[in-house]
């Protein structure tokens, strides 16, 4: 007997399937909608909670001109982060610079979904973006957490993400920095992602072909990082549209690792330790997120943290 329930497992592609019958949903009111929007009247814009600003401390200036700029950004719900989410930032860093030498990897964004994902287990996207922020904290690398997907009302599509990625970028800031020149060079922006989300563009219907399009073609594309034990040449000939755009990163080291299995984790009360950025945990544990309670809090203190219940450290 399996030491944990399949049953809490979500079934294959359920996560891009709720995202696309949301937005269509959406989409439907707003249509049917529109005459009586119209004729209504106009109320000034609410006010945001926070100005929003796009994050460019770490995107660095070019230093191979003869390569074209690479911004690679990764969607997903990211609740909680893992330590999986930043090692495949470092593979993808580690292919473009080894592999290929006609691109140079000039930042990463990690882009959270919306609350109106309506995801089940889903934290609220202002504790998903500051998980996010603290787990990329101390990194060395180009890493940055873009909150506009997730401070957005409505479910935005992953096309419409890397729109804004594109416009940002391009043409906001046109462009990026060279260090040898102070012309400015249009950037490539591509989504990076696994193999299940690979796996779900090539299902028939689940994903429009012109959101597809968006995403892979023109100066888009795709990299994927591969999963033991799963085969993408299946996925590779459905998408053979776009096979110049893809790069398939093997993963080396094996790393079976999700949020889903980190959330139930926490729920049996067990350790996440290196699983887990140890901010994100004090995080988790300080805003009794996934189940954790101020009632059993000494002891996620000290089982899942690797601290005594006083806050002293083991031995």
């Known amino acids: 007997m399996s030491f944990f329930n399949n049953s809490q497992q979500a079934p294959p592609y359920s996560d891009q399937q709720l995202q696309y019958a949301q937005f269509q949903q959406q989409q439907q009111q707003l249509q049917g909608s529109s005459i009586e929007a119209a004729s209504a009247p106009q109320q000034p814009p609410a006010a945001p909670a926070e100005e929003y600003h796009f994050p460019t401390q770490r995107l660095r200036a070019q ?9 690679l950004v990764v969607c997903g719900s990211f609740s909680p982060i893992t330590i999986m989410h930043l090692r495949m930032c470092e593979m993808a860093s580690d292919w473009v610079r080894m592999v290929e030498d006609n691109y140079e990897v000039v930042g990463i964004y990690l882009s959270p979904v ?72 249009q950037a490539r922006v591509a989504l990076l992602c696994g193999a299940d989300l690979m796996h779900s563009m090539s299902t028939p219907g689940l994903w429009s072909p012109d959101d597809l399009d968006r995403i892979l073609g023109g100066d888009g594309g795709l990299y994927v990082v591969e999963r033991h034990g799963t085969d993408l040449e299946e996925a590779k000939e459905a998408l053979s549209k776009w096979t110049d755009h893809i790069s398939v990163i093997p993963q080396g080291v ?41 009632e059993d809090r000494a002891t996620y203190v ?9 806050g002293s450290e083991t031995a």
Request: charged share 25%; net charge positive; aromatic share 8%.
């Open 114 to 185: 919306s609350d109106a994902y309506k995801k089940s287990n889903l934290a609220a996207a202002h504790h998903r973006i500051r998980m996010c922020q603290l787990a990329v904290e101390d990194t060395t690398n180009c890493v940055m957490v873009d909150p506009w997907e997730a401070t957005q009302p409505r479910y935005v599509p992953t096309a419409q993400v890397l729109d804004h990625f594109r416009h940002e970028i391009n043409k906001t800031l046109g462009g990026i920095d060279s260090i040898e020149s102070a012309e400015r060079k």
């Open 302 to 310: 000290q089982l899942v943290n690797g601290k005594a219940a006083s």
């Open 254 to 294: 094996p790393i079976d690792l999700s949020s889903t299995k980190v959330r139930l984790f926490l729920h049996k009360k067990m350790s996440v330790r290196y699983f887990v950025p140890n901010p994100v945990i004090d995080y988790i544990i300080e805003n009794n997120l996934y189940g954790t309670t101020k």
């Open 63 to 71: 230093q191979y001109p003869n390569r074209t700029p690479l911004v």
